[in-house]
């Protein structure tokens, strides 16, 4: 299993800023797509935001205008930088990197906390 490292979680009170990194350790090639998932307490795994090799990303509604997502291709390296954050976006947020070349792969990293307080 590749790792993926994940820094950057908290706590933070309702309004401010956190800013996660993921960089794919040990991979040597370009990644397809890298992105962000979280979960909250009981509930299931949601996309957040995804940044793809060529370029293209796509953020979920309820981050839209908040969150931003960047990468460095280069480095194989993904950001979420998170402003305007609210209670309802606490959760456990995972790295993901997935592609089909040269073979198929969907990784996973081990979470980081963001708790945001009211």
């Known amino acids: 299993q590749v790792p993926l490292v994940e820094s950057g979680g908290g706590l933070v009170q309702a309004g401010g800023s956190l800013r996660l990194s993921c960089v794919a350790a040990?991979?040597?090639?370009?990644?397809?797509?890298m992105g962000w998932y979280r979960q909250a307490p009981g509930k299931q795994r949601d996309f957040v935001a995804v940044f793809t090799s060529g370029g293209s990303t796509n953020l979920a509604d309820s981050v839209k205008g908040r969150f931003t997502i960047s990468r460095d291709n280069a480095k194989n390296t993904v950001y979420l930088q998170m402003n305007s954050l609210k209670p309802e976006d606490t959760g456990v947020y995972y790295c993901?990197?997935?592609?089909?070349?040269?073979?198929?792969?969907?990784?996973w990293g081990q979470g980081t906390q963001v708790t945001v307080s009211s």
């Open positions: 993901n990197a997935q592609g089909f070349r040269p073979y198929r792969y969907n990784y």
């Open positions: 040990g991979i040597s090639f370009s990644i397809d797509a």
